[in-house]
């Protein structure tokens, strides 16, 4: 007797097991196999299923031809093919069909969960692994790679850790990290566009072990034509960063981490992303507290030991303003001026804070001197 | 009455101005208010014709309620909410002085008056001054009792000292640090709570069914009338989790009444998602989906209506053909199907397009459109407004209504009354206490019925004759104003403050329901309770025997009737001290001497014509 494989729904949006003969015939061209449940999962999911189809006679296109881009980065088509996560890999409750139901089940109505210490040790667990795969992802940086490649990097150093990439569908985004050119503030989607010598790219990776997450990224400059300005916005991330995480501790209200962000970005003629904040991190990807990172903000709370959150200031060198690529992720300066982020994973104790994401001698990356 | 200086009033425009809201400056000017403090006036004649003026408007991300505040996590952890929580948010909320992004705004809110004497309410007065109290409503209805704000301060205090306890980091405020104090410097600190408390509540509005109560900048500042110009206009039925008003993805955890439908299947997708689970399970849920999809279209329509981010089957809607049967939905997908899919997309595109212009043009015409911090929109659902319902003249002063109280209410919770006030009432729920008790043989029997069902079917019959006052919009014209501000319909038609579920009323006690108004007349339970006494053995058990049919018995004249109500008027003109010249205290230099007399002049006034009225009648 032969068992055949199971077969999932290919759309982002259902991917239950589904015994349906039903495959997208462009993808059949490709050499691809996508089965659909029916046709209402095909046709619902066409606009987005459709990005990983060849154009004849190209290698790579622009899928937005219309579109207007505020800066010099373009999408690069066709993405590559869903990444496969091992079944033996604990999933989070979105990896089929994109809906983190128990992220809408907790309740937001003002609580801030305090982590006990056997969650704290799962949260620094997989904190750890993603410090790993951030690093392994980073030492790969150099002119020439696509950002697609560097997903696949991420990818597989993830699932080695018997991890899930906690980007991966969720909310439907269909790669394993979010890969930041230029530009682009946050939640880029890696493609086929290769990075240049003077780009800056943000790596934001996000990890699921054991029931928990664990999220953290960096500005690297790629190869060795630094620009003046790239530096400017890329060190004045990482130090508004570490001055916030510097500010926290019990009794600290979460609004004031936004004070401390947006001093230090003026100082040096850089402004503060508002539409993007902090977050709390543990059983859900996000959740309470928000931590916003311009100043007067009004976000609730205040901090008390057990607390586990994100702080991931976006530091543009023009105008605060954002928007969106038609991929409805992409966030991108509204100016086209480039824009870089640090973000750390941060407990905070009976004393202060502990930064569960930091760095060690051998990550790549880190701080030069502004010129 | 805004306790607030001119100058003061000027920074919170600004604030206004500065945190994402709307003042109306064209139109709106402040200036000292005949009544004392300030007030609001008309710039110019106004008339709001088609709809109503805008005068103020506020995001709700902008209002200082508990859930915006620096320790809404901790008063979460405490399970502390509505007026209490606000209160202390705001103790709290003060100790970070200027790093409050709502400094200029709280620091206008004063709890001390020139002398920097605290303003306290009629509860916390001196020995004397309350004994001038004696038999006025204020004293009748409890008002003067401090029990209920002494529990509060005790929770307060509680709540301060365990965070602290948790952690050391977050310290105790001042009004609430009362371990190892001494009884004097405690009550100093008590009577601080009171004071800030007082002044919360002569200002806050209720917004929603997230924020609950909460303090709105600006809308504070229109002074008190049972005539209003202006209404509190606040988006009431929002998500309880997140405050959205409109669809959010929020899910309540335990399956409740509502929206089951919705729930259950999402509920049920959470289920096939969860890992290990049961085979069979699963195959069911799938069944289920597959049910709904094909037998029950309009069930789908409804879910994406309400569930606006991505539901599954969001957008099949949208999918203009129909595709009913297993055949169809399984034929092959083919390039002509694909191209009539990215049709149908570009369609989409276009409609979307077409319609943001719309949304564009119109909001360029109609409604105001506030920016949020990163420059997204906020849209007025998510706002509260002060708007303009009727015309004012140049120079007048436009007032908003805090709700149809009695002196007695206004004094203790907003620290002033109106002489001549219209919505003044006097009750006998005391005196017919006293009737019943010492008259136990006369009347046990017309007692007995009147409180195990008279009462509710009286009120139910005088209801039902009022033609369902509170269907929604009838009550609110009663009241004179829709907001759903605090206490804003208190009347007990209204079911109050609208925490049961709908439909179910909550029923007062009787003796707060005997009341006689400010022209004197007793209100219809007054009068069939009176009547009801005024039966003798035969014609009550007559009327006993046909009691479902001849209630209407309660409701005809009858001068033994009102010899009775003569006499509980009587009984309550003696509640008040006879040896007190009212008249000549309403010369006093003492204001809270001056607030009494008119106080117990006006119902005093009310009882006595009361009786004169009765006269003609007995």
């Known amino acids: 007797m032969t068992t055949s494989p199971v077969i999932y729904c290919a759309a982002p949006d259902c991917g239950k097991e589904t015994t349906s003969s039903l495959k997208c015939p462009v993808c059949l061209k490709q050499g691809l196999t996508s089965v659909f449940c029916d046709q209402s999962c095909f046709k619902r999911n066409w606009a987005l299923h459709k990005s990983i189809h060849n154009k004849p006679g190209v290698e790579r296109y622009d899928p937005f031809p219309e579109f207007n881009y505020t800066g010099k980065v373009r999408a690069q088509y066709p993405l590559t093919p869903k990444r496969i996560v091992p079944d033996h890999i604990a999933k989070p409750d979105y990896s089929a069909n994109g809906q983190p139901i128990s992220e809408h089940v907790s309740d937001r109505s003002g609580k801030i969960p305090i982590n006990s210490e056997d969650e704290i040790k799962q949260i620094k667990k997989a904190a750890t692994l993603a410090r790993e795969v951030l690093d392994i992802a980073a030492a790969s940086i150099k002119p020439g790679i696509t950002t697609d490649e560097l997903d696949e990097i991420v990818h597989n150093a993830t699932i080695e850790r018997d991890s899930y990439p906690s980007p991966l569908n969720y909310y439907n985004f269909s790669k394993s990290v979010c890969t930041s050119v230029n530009e682009v503030i946050c939640h880029g989607i890696p493609d086929k566009r290769p990075l240049e010598d003077g780009d800056i790219v943000n790596l934001d990776i996000s990890l699921y072990h054991n029931g928990y997450h664990a999220d953290m990224n960096e500005t690297y400059y790629v190869g060795e034509k630094l620009s003046k300005q790239a530096i400017n916005v890329v060190e004045t991330a990482r130090e508004c960063l570490d001055l916030a995480i510097k500010h926290c501790k019990p009794g600290v209200t979460f609004r004031s981490v936004g004070d401390i962000i947006e001093k230090h970005a003026k100082q040096n003629n850089c402004s503060v992303v508002r539409t993007y904040v902090g977050h709390g991190i543990g059983k859900l990807f996000h959740c309470a507290p928000q931590v916003a990172h311009y100043a007067r903000n009004k976000s609730p709370g205040i901090m008390k030991p057990g607390m586990v959150f994100t702080i991931e200031p976006m530091i543009n060198a023009g105008s605060y303003k954002d928007i969106s690529w038609p991929d409805d992720w992409t966030a991108v300066t509204a100016d086209g001026s480039l824009s870089a982020q640090f973000e750390h994973e941060l407990l905070i104790t009976e004393t202060g804070v502990e930064v569960l994401s930091a760095r060690n001698e051998k990550s790549a990356g880190g701080a030069v001197k502004r010129i | ?618």
């Open chain 2, 1 to 618: 009455m805004s306790n607030t200086s001119l100058e003061d009033a000027k920074k919170v425009i600004h604030w206004i101005q500065t945190n994402q809201g709307f003042w109306n400056s064209d139109l709106l000017e402040i200036k000292e208010s005949k009544l004392g403090g300030i007030g609001v006036f008309a710039k110019k004649d106004i008339e709001p014709t088609l709809k109503p003026e805008l005068l103020l408007r506020l995001p709700k991300d902008s209002i200082f309620s508990a859930k915006k505040s620096s320790i809404a996590n901790l008063l979460y952890e405490e399970n502390l909410d509505g007026a209490l929580a606000l209160i202390i948010a705001f103790i709290y909320e003060n100790h970070f002085g200027e790093n409050s992004p709502w400094f200029e705004y709280l620091k206008t809110i004063i709890y001390k008056d020139q002398d920097n004497e605290l303003i306290l309410p009629p509860s916390l007065w001196t020995k004397s001054q309350k004994s001038l109290l004696k038999g006025s409503e204020l004293e009748i209805l409890g008002s003067l009792d401090d029990e209920e704000n002494k529990s509060a301060y005790e929770t307060a205090c509680t709540f301060a000292l365990n965070q602290n306890e948790i952690s050391s980091s977050i310290p105790i405020p001042w009004e609430f640090d009362i371990q190892d104090k001494e009884d004097q410097e405690i009550f100093e600190k008590y009577k601080n709570f009171i004071a800030i408390s007082h002044a919360i509540a002569s200002r806050d509005f209720e917004i929603d069914s997230f924020h609950q109560v909460a303090m709105v900048p600006g809308a504070d500042l229109f002074n008190h009338t049972n005539k209003p110009h202006v209404r509190f206009e606040s988006v009431f039925d929002v998500c309880e989790m997140c405050g959205s008003a409109g669809p959010c993805d929020c899910i309540e955890s335990e399956g409740e009444e509502d929206d089951e439908d919705m729930d259950d299947e999402e509920m049920s997708e959470e289920d096939d998602n969860e890992e290990g689970e049961d085979e069979e399970d699963n195959d069911n849920e799938e069944e289920g989906e597959g049910n709904i999809q094909e037998q029950d279209p309009e069930e789908l329509s409804e879910h994406s209506d309400h569930e606006h981010s991505d539901h599954d089957h969001d957008d099949e809607e949208s999918d203009s053909e129909p595709e009913d049967s297993d055949v169809e939905e399984n034929r092959p997908i083919d390039e002509q199907m694909i191209s009539k899919i990215e049709a149908a997309l570009e369609l989409e595109k276009q409609e979307e397009l077409k319609q943001k212009k719309e949304q564009e043009h119109d909001s360029e015409n109609k409604e105001m459109i506030m920016e949020n911090d990163a420059g997204g929109k906020i849209f007025p659902d998510e706002c509260c407004d002060i708007v303009l319902m009727k015309k004012v003249s140049k120079g007048e002063e436009i007032f908003n209504t805090y709700g149809d109280f009695n002196n007695s209410i206004l004094l203790s919770k907003y620290g002033f009354v109106i002489p001549d006030n219209s919505d003044e009432s006097i009750n006998l729920g005391l005196e017919c206490l006293k009737l019943k008790k010492t008259n136990k043989k006369l009347y046990s029997k017309q007692f007995e019925w009147w409180e195990s069902k008279g009462y509710e079917l009286m009120r139910e019959f005088f209801n039902l004759k009022k033609n369902n006052c509170c269907d929604d919009e009838d009550c609110d014209d009663d009241h004179g104003n829709d907001d759903h501000k605090d206490d804003g319909c208190k009347d007990a038609c209204c079911g109050g403050e609208g925490e049961l579920p709908e439909g179910v009323e909550e029923i007062p006690n009787w003796t707060l329901e005997v009341n006689i108004d400010s022209t004197g007349e007793p209100n219809q339970l007054t009068y069939a309770l009176c009547k009801l006494l005024s039966l003798n053995k035969l014609e009550l058990n007559k009327f006993l025997k046909n009691q479902e049919k001849g209630l209407q018995v309660l409701t005809t004249n009858n001068s033994k009737a009102f010899k009775i109500l003569k006499e509980l008027l009587t009984w309550r003109l003696n509640q008040y001290d006879s040896e007190i010249k009212y008249e000549k205290l309403l010369k006093s230099k003492n204001y809270r001497e001056k607030l009494i007399a008119q106080l117990i002049i006006h119902e005093q006034n009310i009882i006595k014509k009361s009786l004169q009225n009765i006269s003609k009648k007995v």
